[in-house]
């Protein structure tokens, strides 16, 4: 075989297993080659590729009987995939591998020629298997491999497929976020400095602590607001203003201490009156969206 060159169409469809080889080749020395190898020339070529019989090559070595070649001529690679195909409905396989055999022939939907549905039809396969085959194919040709040959169920590397790409667009979408949002991080990813995973991790952090400073912002602006509001609602009940003012008139450490509380300088009275006009505007805006509301 190895004097031999395979046409790419042969491959589309598994080698023997040892212990299947051995078989053939143990048949072949009792009754001799029944099918001869299919050699073709392609459009008048001199080369000759090897298009049929790669497991029968192989029984003949292992017996060391010479094997017996037929040559065809096909028009195009086209016609000796169509060849590859019609021989393939012999060969005693899931159908799984044979879906996987027509994607390795045909990766692409509009290479299968006219008339593809009956093609389909005859192989006892869906079209949906098909494309699930041709999805493996074209994802990774080393697992489609692993399909057309047993290895591996198409069900489940079709499954692969789909979580691996899953796991790929939520790669890209994490990347993207990171070059909108926090593009230090998606430079060190891109130097290679910090891998995806870690970075995303950081920049999920900073989203963690930048929600709680904000969430600390917002109690504080809501406990001033409330006391301000209250505190002022105070002084406009005359009662309380009266009590207030006999004491600081009549009191000398209530006077002292109230200062000490309030904290008071005694400079910013123009600050008190636009402080107050703000708590005003405020409470007039809460007011007006209630309304809306």
Request: charged residues 35%; aromatic residues 6%; contains cysteine.
């Amino acid at each position: 075989m190895t004097k031999i060159t395979i046409h790419p169409a042969a491959e589309a469809y598994r080698l023997m297993t040892e212990e299947e080889i051995a078989g053939l080749a143990e048949d072949i020395a009792q009754h001799g080659l029944r099918d001869a190898i299919v050699m073709g020339r392609i459009n008048g070529a001199k080369t000759e590729l090897l298009v049929d019989g790669r497991n029968r090559l192989q029984a003949c070595e292992l017996v060391g009987i010479e094997p017996q070649f037929q040559t065809w001529d096909f028009v195009d690679d086209d016609q000796v995939r169509a060849f590859v195909k019609s021989r393939s409905e012999r060969r005693d396989i899931s159908k799984g591998q044979r879906a996987m055999g027509v994607a390795l022939l045909y990766p692409e939907p509009e290479k299968g020629g006219h008339g593809k549905q009956t093609v389909l039809k005859r192989d006892g396969f869906s079209k949906q298997r098909l494309s699930d085959a041709r999805a493996v194919l074209a994802y990774s040709r080393d697992l489609a491999i692993a399909v057309r040959d047993g290895a591996r169920k198409l069900d489940e590397a079709l499954a692969e497929v789909t979580v691996a790409r899953q796991r790929l667009e939520t790669d890209d979408a994490q990347l993207a976020r990171l070059r909108a949002h926090a593009p230090d991080l998606a430079d060190l990813v891109d130097e290679e400095r910090m891998t995806l995973s870690e970075a995303f991790g950081a920049f999920e952090q900073r989203q963690r602590d930048e929600i709680k400073i904000e969430e600390s912002r917002r109690e504080t602006m809501t406990r001033v607001a409330e006391e301000s509001y209250r505190g002022v609602m105070s002084f406009a009940n005359a009662e309380f203003v009266a009590d207030i003012h006999a004491r600081v008139d009549s009191d000398r450490n209530f006077r002292r201490s109230l200062t000490q509380r309030m904290r008071l300088n005694f400079g910013p009275i123009d600050d008190i009156r636009a402080g107050a006009q703000a708590l005003a505007v405020l409470v007039g805006k809460l007011a007006d969206a209630e309304d809306k509301e």
